[in-house]
């Protein structure tokens, strides 16, 4: 055993991939390294480097760079000192051959995750700025330092099909797990044996077959573990990858992006052959089989038999490959058809992006004139100045100074988020009341908790009777929530459509405000009351369709569960006209109905 107070030692399997990723870093992309700051970090670390050149460039990305410090841009200093527009490198092109250590990747702007993976997609750096085109070569291997606490944070999803590895760090817990020690010396060689390995094509139809039998999403996957399979076989000294190079692949690789279980295998046919028809010849009789000597079989039939099975067990090999690498635990969330779902960590939650003239975060600049509260951004207005001074000075008269025009005026972009108000429409009816009042509202109790967390506004309106009442205005006090839902009776008829209109006009006013409203209607989908209040089932859900078609052209982000006793086709059509997630759950308690509802609501879900 290894000792337990002696320094951290990466597992073999995480050996293998900074092996892997030394023998070809920008051909597999790199790879996201699920793994907190420490020493077990540190050491997979200098795993990597020692298998790279020793003269391999190594940078940090910041984690909110600039558009000018990862592509380059105009150097302002040299433009304005030489007369003339001078580029300055940017941080990709500097790390041209190299890798790029992106630290805290799970918070990464959508701006830099774009312009990385437009990076390692064409290993090229497209400079068009500041009155500059170029194009610098930047083959770059990204090892993304993803530090996320639990699944809600992950990072971009266009960074993660890139790289070739998901891996998990962990530490060796036993001498069997310690990892290999691959010398400088045997990945150079297994990289410059790289360009001569061969991967058969049956090894392609295998890992292209395994990637769609466990539904992974993605063309890249299937083409890093070729990729994979031939690092492997530069690795162990082969020029040809073989099964167990492509096995060592389909682990790797497609194990982690697996979304589903395989199917079933189909019941084998019955061994009892058909009734012999009119049209069929005749069985021979057994004297006669057994008089007439059995068919000769050729040697080369017989072969081309054996290779066309090949394939298709090679196929099944891969599949139990990608099984044994999956966790047990991930295993049973495929077969009941919960892994990679949506999160919930922005549900809701966070508002719409809003432009703004003088608040919020910073998100770059604007050719304007500073007017109205606008703030000058010096420098890109130097910058956009400084290549036109040659020019300019000539025409000027007195003092040389530097020119600056109006169209050289750049202001500060803000941009920030709208305020989340939750609003929940609660069906008091005497059927909801009947069967699923009291755990709706266990559930808004919880939904509610979590609103006071991310400090939004919550509203509570409830319909029953002959029309809809609102408990609750729009605030912040989880306390006059809870009251005002507590003392909610049930029982009446069911005006749904005098819910939906309450929702939309109180959705609306809450959008004029300048907040984002979120629309959470708790009712089974049948209505008795019409909007008049004349009872009447036909002409009480004509007008809550129309109430619907309505609430869906005002284009509200909205939740329609189901508190029946069993999901019908009532609550299904209802969410479908007000362009609304339906969650029917007719079994779950107040628990389960605030996780559906937190996974139904993340913003692209529907």
């Not at 619907?548 to 006793?565: H, N, Q």
Request: glycine share 8%.
């Amino acid at each position: 055993m290894l000792d337990a107070f002696s320094s951290p030692v990466p597992s073999a399997d995480a050996a293998l991939v900074a092996a892997l990723l030394a023998v070809d870093p920008d051909g597999l992309g790199g790879v996201a390294l699920r793994a907190p700051a420490g020493p077990l970090r540190d050491a997979w670390l200098t795993l990597l480097r020692d298998g790279l050149p020793a003269s391999t460039p190594m940078h940090r990305v910041p984690l909110h760079a600039t558009d000018s410090a990862l592509l380059g841009g105009l150097d302002l200093a040299a433009t304005l000192h030489a007369g003339r527009p001078v580029a300055q490198q940017g941080l990709l092109a500097r790390c041209d051959g190299g890798v790029l250590l992106l630290a805290m990747a799970e918070r990464v702007s959508a701006g830099v995750a774009s312009q990385l993976a437009a990076v390692l997609d064409t290993q090229v750096v497209a400079l068009e700025r500041d009155g500059l085109t170029q194009r610098r070569p930047a083959r770059v291997a990204l090892v993304a330092l993803d530090e996320g606490d639990g699944d809600e944070e992950q990072m971009p999803a266009t960074l993660l099909d890139r790289v070739a590895f998901h891996l998990p760090l962990q530490a060796a817990d036993s001498e069997d797990n310690a990892p290999v020690d691959w010398t400088r010396t045997e990945i150079a060689e297994a990289r410059a044996r790289l360009a001569q390995v061969v991967v058969p094509e049956s090894v392609v139809q295998a890992l292209c077959a395994a990637s769609l039998v466990w539904g992974v999403n993605s063309m890249r996957a299937p083409l890093l573990a070729v990729r994979v399979a031939r690092a492997a076989a530069a690795l162990s000294g082969m020029d040809e990858a073989e099964e167990v190079h492509a096995s060592l692949a389909a682990r790797l690789v497609l194990a982690p992006r697996a979304t589903r279980m395989p199917a079933p295998p189909a019941e084998e046919a019955d061994d009892t052959p058909p009734p012999p028809t009119d049209t069929q010849a005749p069985a021979p009789d057994e004297d006669d089989t057994q008089d007439a000597p059995a068919p000769e079989t050729p040697q080369d039939e017989t072969s081309n038999a054996d290779e066309e099975e090949a394939p298709g067990a090679l196929d099944d090999r891969m599949v139990e490959a990608v099984r044994a690498a999956i966790p047990p635990g991930l295993l049973a969330a495929l077969q009941m058809g919960q892994a990679r779902q949506a999160r919930a960590a922005a549900a809701g939650r966070s508002g719409e992006l809003m432009k703004n003239q003088n608040r919020g975060r910073p998100v770059g600049t604007r050719r304007a004139e500073p007017r109205s509260g606008a703030r000058l951004h010096i420098l890109e207005t130097l910058r956009a100045a400084a290549p036109w001074q040659r020019l300019r000075q000539q025409k000027a008269y007195g003092p040389k100074r530097i020119q600056v025009r109006r169209e050289d005026f750049h202001v500060v972009r803000f941009r920030q988020r709208r305020p989340t108000t939750t609003l929940f429409v609660v069906d008091a009816s005497g059927s909801a009341a009947l069967h699923r009042l009291a755990e709706a509202k266990g559930a808004v109790e919880l939904l509610l908790a979590e609103c006071y967390v991310r400090r939004d506004k919550v509203a509570v309106l409830a319909f029953r009777g002959d029309g809809c009442e609102l408990l609750l205005p729009p605030t912040r006090s989880l306390a006059r929530a809870k009251r005002s839902l507590a003392a909610l009776p049930g029982g009446g008829g069911t005006p749904l459509a005098a819910g939906i209109e309450a929702a939309r006009e109180l959705a609306q006013q809450i959008g004029r405000a300048g907040e984002t409203p979120v629309v959470v209607m708790l009712t089974d989908g049948r209505a008795n009351v019409a909007r008049d209040g004349r009872h009447g089932r036909v002409q009480a859900t004509d007008d809550a369709l129309q109430a619907a078609d309505a609430f869906r052209l005002a284009g509200f982000a909205a939740l329609l569960i189901d508190t029946s006793a069993q999901p019908g086709e009532a609550s299904r059509q209802m969410a479908e006209r007000m362009g609304a997630t339906c969650v029917p759950l007719p079994h779950a308690g107040a628990t389960g109905l605030s996780q559906a509802v937190r996974l139904a609501s993340v913003p692209g879900a529907r």
